[in-house]
T-cell receptor, first 114, second 114 residues
Framework: DAGVIQSPRHEVTEMGQEVTLRCKPI?????LFWYRQTMMRGLELLIY????????DSGMPEDRFSAKMPNASFSTLKIQPSEPRDSAVYFC????????????FGEGSRLTVL | AQSVTQPDIHITVSEGASLELRCNYS??????LFWYVQSPGQGLQLLLK??????LVQGIKGFEAEFKRSQSSFNLRKPSVHWSDAAEYFC????????????FGSGTRLSIRP
């Protein structure tokens, strides 16, 4: 299996622009997670989906952030409008109910907002 | 409250020396414990996990960890480190088969002295 695939790996944008991050989970996994990693706050869970349905978005920092999962093989995390404080590495991870609960992470998308 | 504490933010060891990274947890139920490693520019990769059975578990890359219930600890060890072990290491705890409830520690950055 190719693992969790994220794109883009790096994104540099200007404040106020829309940013869309993409994720393809491991085939057969029914859970998908979006995390944000910063030096100050460490690894934060933003939102997770089960069978394409958002279950808990309490970690989404504000309304500028939104996430969708239109099908089992694709999810997006959108920031509109972006701000410099959104600069971070965003990770997508997937997991299987039938498994033991471990997470499989993508390589991350490093976002820099100028 | 449920939490994971990694008391060492940064550790430097010489190549070939032994390593122990500390992890303490607070968890109300039977814990499912993990160690993940994050190499520079990469996502998190599972090193090892423990739920039940032998309290000394072996993982990938020559790592092992020992679960000590009385001390609420799950320390990671390696008898002889290699330069390629330089990375960030995260301890995590959660319930079995429920990745959505995994709690991560703040991480320990490992540097290797030539």
């Amino acid at each position: 299996d190719a693992g969790v695939i994220q794109s883009p790996r790096h994104e540099v944008t200007e404040m106020g622009q829309e940013v869309t991050l993409r994720c393809k989970p491991i085939s057969g996994h029914d859970y998908l997670f979006w995390y944000r990693q910063t030096m100050m706050r460490g690894l934060e869970l933003l939102i997770y989906f089960n069978n394409n349905v958002p279950i808990d978005d309490s970690g989404m920092p504000e309304d500028r952030f939104s996430a969708k999962m239109p099908n089992a093989s694709f999810s997006t995390l959108k920031i509109q409008p972006s701000e410099p404080r959104d600069s971070a590495v965003y990770f997508c991870a997937s997991s299987a109910t039938s498994g033991s609960g471990e997470l499989f992470f993508g390589e991350g998308s490093r976002l820099t907002v100028l | 409250a449920q939490s994971v504490t990694q008391p060492d933010i940064h550790i430097t060891v010489s190549e070939g020396a032994s390593l122990e990274l500390r992890c303490n947890y607070s968890y109300g139920a039977t814990p499912y414990l993990f160690w993940y490693v994050q190499s520079p520019g990469q996502g998190l990769q599972l090193l090892l996990k423990y739920f039940s059975g032998d309290t000394l578990v072996q993982g990938i890359k020559g790592f092992e960890a020992e679960f000590k219930r009385s001390q609420s600890s799950f320390n990671l060890r390696k008898p002889s480190v290699h330069w390629s072990d330089a990375a960030e290491y995260f301890c995590a705890v959660g319930p079995y088969s429920s990745a959505s409830k995994i709690i991560f520690g703040s991480g320990t950055r490992l540097s290797i002295r030539p």
